[in-house]
T-cell receptor
Framework: DAGVIQSPRHEVTEMGQEVTLRCKPI?????LFWYRQTMMRGLELLIY????????DSGMPEDRFSAKMPNASFSTLKIQPSEPRDSAVYFC???????????FGDGTRLSIL | SQELEQSPQSLIVQEGKNLTINCTSS?????LYWYKQKYGEGLIFLMM?????EEKSHEKITAKLDEKKQQSSLHITASQPSHAGIYLC??????????????FGTGTRLKVLA
């Protein structure tokens, strides 16, 4: 079975550029989560969707971050404009319901120069 | 807001030794998950505990949930180099506004010396 698929695996870009991270959840999973992981702050929930609808975006750092889920099989996390402090590993995860374990993608390692 | 504190933060053990990792919650636990993460990879789900006193095992890894202590422990018996990685606990919760939240512990970095 295909797991959660994220792209790209690595992204290096200059400050000020727009960055788009992509995620394909596991088919049939109604919940999709975006996380950010850093050494300083650990794993932080940014936003999650239920049936393509954003439910809680209180973890999104600021207006430069936006996330969309146009359909059940695709989501994007966009940063515009990007800043060096956005450098981190970004994970996408999905689960069939809130109280079921989440399945994680391999993450996107983002470096903003 | 609820927080999960893990101890120790890092651990180095000799192959074959037993070890325990703890996860303590600042609020009541209604369930707890354990994940393992290898460098450069995503989190791999290990086990889910839902009831107080529940204990589950997978190969040489055993996890327990103590609701009264608001704590869970992960025990590895006869550790192997393949056990090395970062272990994270996670717990579901509900915010004051009623939305679903999922928080993670600070992580325990395990190294097993061959």
């Amino acid at each position: 079975d295909a797991g959660v698929i994220q792209s790209p695996r690595h992204e290096v870009t200059e400050m000020g550029q727009e960055v788009t991270l992509r995620c394909k959840p596991i088919s049939g999973h109604d919940y999709l989560f975006w996380y950010r992981q850093t050494m300083m702050r650990g794993l932080e929930l940014l936003i999650y969707f239920n049936n393509n609808v954003p439910i809680d975006d209180s973890g999104m750092p600021e207006d430069r971050f936006s996330a969309k889920m146009p359909n059940a099989s695709f989501s994007t996390l966009k940063i515009q404009p990007s800043e060096p402090r956005d450098s981190a590993v970004y994970f996408c995860a999905s689960s069939p319901s809130p109280n079921q374990p989440q399945h994680f993608g391999d993450g996107t390692r983002l470096s903003i120069l | 807001s609820q927080e999960l504190e893990q101890s120790p933060q890092s651990l180095i053990v000799q192959e074959g030794k037993n070890l325990t990792i703890n996860c303590t919650s600042s609020k009541t636990l209604y369930g707890l998950y354990w994940y393992k993460q290898k460098y450069g990879e995503g989190l791999i789900f290990l086990m889910m505990l839902q009831k107080g006193g529940e204990e589950k095992s997978h190969e040489k890894i055993t996890a327990k949930l103590d609701e009264k202590k608001q704590q869970s422990s992960l025990h590895i018996t006869a550790s192997q180099p393949s056990h090395a990685g970062i272990y994270l606990c996670g717990a579901p919760g509900v915010t004051t506004s009623g939305t679903y939240k999922y928080i993670f512990g600070t992580g325990t970095r395990l190294k097993v010396l061959a």
